[in-house]
């Protein structure tokens, strides 16, 4: 899903929005409902936008099965490429990049619950939105191939051999995320650092910890907004590294799963921009 370089708005269905009757409402009940009705026209919205995005993964899955289902092995040349194993690059980024993904749709779901900045909610749901679909993409991949949506490997081993297709691993020592997370309040490991070898996706490079998480679900207005976007710029700059990993070490054959790479690429590098923007606006101080 190709993203403009400039941050797009995301305009939902009229039916999704919760609608706003004010009639029978005498002037005099309007100061007292005004809290009431701002909650939960709020509320709505997020129940809303997780419930498209639940239809948007769904769609993904559903329409990569049916595609190759149309596609079928019908040439000698495609039944001739074996599909990946559990091991393989192709399946470890499907894997790592849909939990990653899951994350940032989480905060996304929590910070629209917690604010009525509409800079920072119009992100979220074009996070939320895109991030959604891309991992419904991921999901429908592994179905397709006959893999397990988690594997035997540990997270992140993927980046740390050779591709089928060329080169070498990925240099993750310099990974954005390691330590972006340190001098926030962090009570678990993903902020000492990172390693292959580690299980759990909160080892995996630009991972809030539970009680980040935690701290940013009990969070309201300009302290929500403030770490939202603090958890959200080293879980993208991770993103954008796992995605340039991957594209290095696929194989050329793997059309759908570079051009998807490049795609998280090219939007999350753009939202980055946005979400500095905000931050500094926001008085927030650096995140590394």
Do not use: K
Request: include cysteine.
């Amino acid at each position: 899903m190709q993203r403009r370089g400039r941050h797009a708005r995301v305009n939902l269905p009229a039916d999704t929005l919760p609608e706003n009757d004010d009639e029978g409402v005498s002037d005099d009940d309007d100061e007292g409902l005004a809290d009431d009705s701002s909650s939960g026209q709020r509320s709505g919205l997020v129940t809303a936008l997780a419930m498209f995005a639940a239809v948007c993964l769904a769609a993904a899955v559903g329409l990569g099965v049916a595609l190759v289902a149309r596609a079928g092995p019908s040439s000698s040349s495609a039944s001739a490429v074996a599909a990946p194993t559990d091991e393989s690059v192709e399946a470890g980024f499907a894997r790592d990049m849909q939990a990653h993904h899951r994350q940032a749709v989480t905060m996304s779901l929590s910070v629209l619950n917690s604010t009525d900045d509409p800079e920072v909610r119009q992100l979220a749901t074009d996070i939320l939105l895109t991030q959604q679909q891309q991992a419904g993409q991921m999901h429908g991949w592994l179905e397709l191939w006959g893999l397990p949506q988690t594997g035997s490997q540990p997270v992140m081993a993927w980046m740390a051999r050779a591709g089928d297709g060329g080169g070498g691993g990925h240099d993750m020592a310099g990974m954005h995320g390691m330590n972006a997370m340190d001098g926030m309040g962090s009570t678990s490991g993903s902020g000492a650092g990172w390693s292959v070898g580690v299980s759990g996706v909160d080892s995996m490079p630009g991972m809030a910890t539970a009680d980040q998480l935690a701290r940013l679900q009990a969070a309201r207005g300009t302290d929500a907004e403030r770490l939202y976007l603090q958890l959200m710029i080293p879980h993208h700059e991770a993103g954008v590294e796992m995605a340039q990993a991957a594209l290095g070490l696929l194989p050329a054959r793997d059309t759908a799963e570079r051009t998807l790479a490049q795609s998280i690429v090219a939007s999350q590098t753009s939202e980055l921009t946005v979400l500095h923007a905000l931050l500094d606006a926001r008085g927030g101080p650096p995140t590394s």
